[in-house]
C-alpha cells in the first residue's frame, strides 16, 4: 500500500509569507456594513437625486462620509458611497446637513465642527455633487465649538432658515433668514432662543404630526430626546416641548443625536439616531400622522460590534465549542465578552457579557484569557489605565479576582497584557505592554492550582512599539517561533519577526493595512483556512478584520485514483495524493462507506471489514484546514469467501529486522502468477518480482534496491499479491 505524501509540506514550502496579502472583510464584525463613529450623526438627504434618502454620518474622529442608499425610497439598502466629502476637513465637520441654500437645483452641505460653521456650496450637480467652501458665510454668528446645524423653511418665505444646537451650555437657536433663495443671510439679531436642554443639544427640524409647520427634536448630552412641537403657524412659530411622542426611546443611550426621514415610503417619518458609543438606532413609524408609534428594527444598521471606546480584541476558545470567541476591553474599564455563535469557518456573534460583569477596572481596560490554573477554565488577566495588572479567577459561573497572583509590575501605566506560552512548556507566559512604549516578559513557573510569572530582564530591549502600546504574538512568518505585533496610540502598526535570539523589524508585511486611533492587534485564524488573520481595535471602540488570503478554501483538491482489492474477508482501498494546488494545508484524510464516516488517517490506504457478497459505495475525501474536499469515490463488490482463493503458505519474512538479508518466504497456489513489491514509506516501488509461478518460494533480499543501490534504514512494505489475494508485511532494514 501506498504511505501518504504531505501536501501541506508542498504547500507550505512555496509559500511566500513575507509578503502575505490581506482583504478586509467588514462584514465580520458589523454585517450591515455601516460604520460606527464615536458620537455617529446620522443625517438625511437625497444626495445622488434618485428618489430615495442617502445619508451624512459624522462623528469626532473624522469628517462625515457619504452612505448612499443601493434600494429603493420603500426598501433602503445602505453601503459607503463616493468619498464626495473628501475636501471638508475633520476640524471644519463632526456633522453636515444638507439643503439648497442658494436656489440652484442641487443640495449643498453646511458642516458643524470644531472651528463652528461652515458652507461648502455644490458646484457639482444634483446626481453628481461636488463641494466647495464659501469661507466666512456664518461669521456674523456667534454659535462657538462644536455647533450641530438644521435648515428648514420655517416662516413660509420660500428660503432655509437656521437651526442650531449649542455644545457647552445646550441651547437651542433658531435664525430666520434675512436674505432669500437665492442669497441666504443670518445674524445675531434675527435669533431666537427655544430652549436649553443641558449641554450638547443635537437638534433637527420635522413636521412629524403634517400639519405643514417645523417641530424640532433634539438630542442631547444625555439619554432620552426632547421634542419641541410647533403649535403656532409657519407664519408664526410656538414651540413647546411635549415629553409624550418620544418617550421611552434612547434611554439606553448616551449623546444621542437623531434625524427623521421616511425611509419605508408610507408618507411618515422614521427615527434613526447615533449615539456616544457610536452604533445607529432605528425605529419604524407604524403610527399615523400626528400619533407616531416605534418599532425598533435592528437589520438595517444592526449586527456593529462596538464597546463603546477602546476596544481591545483577545481571540480564544472561551467556551469550549470548538470555535473562536471574542474578549475586548473597554474605554470605560468593562470587559466585554461576544460569543462565537457561528462555525470556526464563519464566525457569527452574540454579546453575552454578564459573565464578565464582575471585572470592572479603571478606564482603558484590556484583557487575555487561558487556561491558568489547571481546572480546565480560562482565567483572565486584565489590565489599564493604572498600569496595574489584575487576575481574575474563573469560578465556572463568573471571575473572583485574587490579589498577589499577577507580578509586583511598575508599568506606569495603560497596561496590555497578553498570554502566549514563549517557552515551550505548556504554561502561558505574559507579555505586556504599556504607556511609554515599552514591553514586558513574564516566564510562567508555576503549577497548579495557581501561576507564577518571573520577569525576564531586556527580552524585549530595544524595541519601542510607541504610546499605548497593545502587544499580540504568533507566528507571522510560519517559520515555527513567535512573532511580535504591536499597535499604539497613533494607529501605527509594528511587526518585529524573531530571529534566533534577536528581533528584527519588518516594515512589509502589514504595510497596506489602515488602522486608526489606538490601535489595538490581534492575530487568529479566524476564517479557520491555517494562516493567521488580523483583528483590529481602535479608539472608537469597534473592530476591523483583515483577511489574510495566504491559504484559503479556494481550491481543495480531492484524492486520486481510488482503487480496491479484498484480501481475504477485507478490502483494502488505496488511493494517490491530491493534485497540487491546493489553497490550504492538508491535514488528513477521510473514508466513507455508503455515505457514514469510517476513518481517518494521514494513510493512503484503509482496510476495511465488508460483508460477503455486499456492494457498496466507498469514498475518500482530504481534510484540509480550511475545510473538506470533494470526495472521491469507488463501487465495491465484495466476493464470497468461497470464492476467495489462498496460497499455498502464507506470506513469512525473517530475520526481521535485518541487517545484510532477510529471507521472505510464501506459497503461489497452482494455476496462479504471484508478484511480490517492496515499498518505502513515501509509497515508491524500491524492488519488485513479477510472475512468479505455483509452487513455495522464499526469496533473498539484502535491503539493495532495483538498480543494486543499498537502502537506507528504514520500515519498508513488503506486499504479496495474486488473483483474489493480497497479503502485506513490514521490514525493517537496520544497516
Known sequence: MKKVISAALAILAAASLGAQPWQQDNSVFNPSGIPSFTFSQPRFADLDADGDQDFLLGGSNSAPIYIKNVGNAGSPQFTIGDNITAGITSLNAEMAVCADIDADGDLDIVTGGYTGLHLYLNTGSPSLPAFTEQPGFFSLLNVGSLPVPDLADIDGDGDPDLLVGLSEDGGVRVYTNTGNPGAAQFSNAEMQTIGDIGLYAYPVFCDLDGDGDQDILCGRDSHGFVYYQNNGSAADPLWEANSSLFAGLGNATYWNSPDLADLTGDGLADLVFGSADGPLYYYVNTGTQGAPAWQANTTLFGGVMDVGGASSPWLQDFDGDGDLDLISGSQLGYIKYYENTGTAYAPAWSEDSGYFASIDHSIYAAAATGLLDGDGLPDAIVGDLSGNLFFHQNTGTGFTELTGVTPPAALGGWSVPRLHDMNGDSHLDLIVGNEAGNLYYYVNNGTAPLPSWTEVPNYFAGLDAGYNCSPCLGDIDGDGDIDLLAGNLQGNLHCWLREGHGWTLNSSIFSGISTDQNAAPALADLDHDGDLDLILGDYDGTFSYWRNLLYSGAVLNPPQNLAWEQLGSQ?????????????????????????????????????????????????????????????????????????????????????????????????????????????????????????????????????????????????????????????????????
Open 571 to 735: 478490502v483494502s482501498v488505496s488511493w494517490d495524493a491530491p493534485e497540487a494546488g491546493s489553497t490550504s494545508p492538508f491535514e488528513h484524510y477521510k473514508t466513507y462507506v455508503d455515505g457514514a464516516y469510517q476513518h481517518g488517517s494521514t494513510q493512503q490506504y484503509v482496510i476495511l471489514d465488508l460483508a460477503p457478497g455486499s456492494t457498496h459505495t466507498v469514498a475518500v475525501t482530504a481534510q484540509y484546514t480550511a475545510g473538506e474536499s470533494l470526495p472521491a469515490t469507488i463501487v465495491i463488490n465484495v466476493v464470497t469467501a468461497g470464492d476467495v482463493t489462498q496460497p499455498e503458505a502464507g506470506l513469512e519474512i525473517g530475520p526481521n529486522p535485518f541487517k545484510t538479508f532477510t529471507t521472505i518466504s510464501f506459497g503461489a497456489k497452482e494455476g496462479q502468477v504471484a508478484t511480490l513489491h517492496i515499498y518505502n514509506l513515501k509509497g515508491q516501488l524500491v524492488r519488485a518480482w513479477t510472475d512468479l509461478r505455483p509452487g513455495n518460494h522464499a526469496l533473498i533480499w539484502d535491503g539493495r534496491d532495483s538498480q543494486g543501490g543499498r537502502l537506507a534504514s528504514g520500515i519498508y512494505l513488503c506486499r504479496l499479491s495474486q488473483p483474489g489475494n493480497i497479503q502485506s508485511k513490514r521490514l525493517i532494514l537496520v544497516n
